[in-house]
């Protein structure tokens, strides 16, 4: 069972923070065989019927896997959730990818 689109499959509107340095992914996929949702080895995931956000930018821990509590992320989740906001409307985001395979890249925020 593909858990990933069970999930997909039960809200409306689903987004995939990824991060091409997540070095924590790429052990997991090396220890049990096959690749984990964020798994970037191939250019960052584009997970269709969601927002898919590249990430890289602001991962700073050893394993470049807490970017989720970086700040631009944060911000990307309260303007998502509290307002619904799609990425287009969201602070911080620039569309990258393809028509057919879109996705963005947050920014990280500068202090000052």
Do not use: Q
Not at 5 to 17: D, F, N, P, Q
């Amino acid at each position: 069972t593909n858990i990933a689109e069970s999930v997909r499959r039960t809200g409306r509107r689903m987004t995939l923070y990824a991060s091409k340095a997540d070095w924590a992914l790429a052990a997991s996929k090396r220890f049990n065989g096959f690749p984990r949702l964020g798994d970037t080895t191939n250019g960052i995931v584009v997970w269709r019927g969601s927002e898919s956000i590249d990430a890289t930018a602001v991962g700073n821990d050893v394993l470049s896997h807490s970017y989720y509590g970086a700040p631009s992320v944060l911000g990307d989740l309260h303007s998502l959730i509290v307002h619904g906001h799609p990425p287009s409307k969201r602070f911080g985001l620039a569309a990258e990818g393809t028509p057919s395979a879109p996705y963005w890249v947050i920014r990280p925020r500068t202090s000052g």
